[in-house]
């Protein structure tokens, strides 16, 4: 069974910065693509950057585009979003999610398995 434990989590002011992880289990993590979705209140969860399973492609929602990054490091089975400049509008619970499909990249789609997600505040 495919476990996502996210942590990293609180709560900034406006142009700080966040590191979020997530750890995963139960599977061959370095075979599928990672991905990271928030939830703000009130709206549905949306995308916000997905990492192929070797790391060498990498897909960003325009809101976060050359504020945030996706990293992941398939020898500790875990992924990272960095999150700098961050925004009042980035506050939302972040989930992690996994690929469902071995080996696919499907950008913002394909997912299967969801952590139970993380609060991120930011502060104006």
């Known amino acids: 069974q495919v476990q996502l434990v996210e942590s990293g989590g609180g709560s900034v002011q406006a142009g700080g910065s966040l590191r979020l992880s997530c750890a995963a289990s139960?599977?061959?993590?370095?075979?599928?693509?990672m991905g990271w979705f928030r939830q703000a209140p009130g709206k549905e969860r949306d995308f916000v950057a997905s990492?192929?399973?070797?790391?060498?492609?990498?897909y960003y929602a325009d809101s976060v585009k050359g504020r945030f990054t996706i990293s992941r490091d398939n020898a500790k089975n875990t992924v990272y979003l960095q999150m700098n400049s961050l925004k009042p509008e980035d506050t939302g619970v972040y989930y992690c999610?996994?690929?469902?499909?071995?080996?696919?990249?499907?950008?913002?789609?394909?997912?299967?398995?969801w952590g139970m997600g993380t609060q991120v505040t930011v502060s104006s």
């Open positions: 990492i192929s399973w070797s790391g060498g492609r990498t």
């Open positions: 999610a996994a690929a469902g499909i071995r080996r696919l990249f499907d950008h913002t789609g394909g997912f299967s398995y």
């Open positions: 139960g599977r061959t993590f370095s075979d599928y693509t």
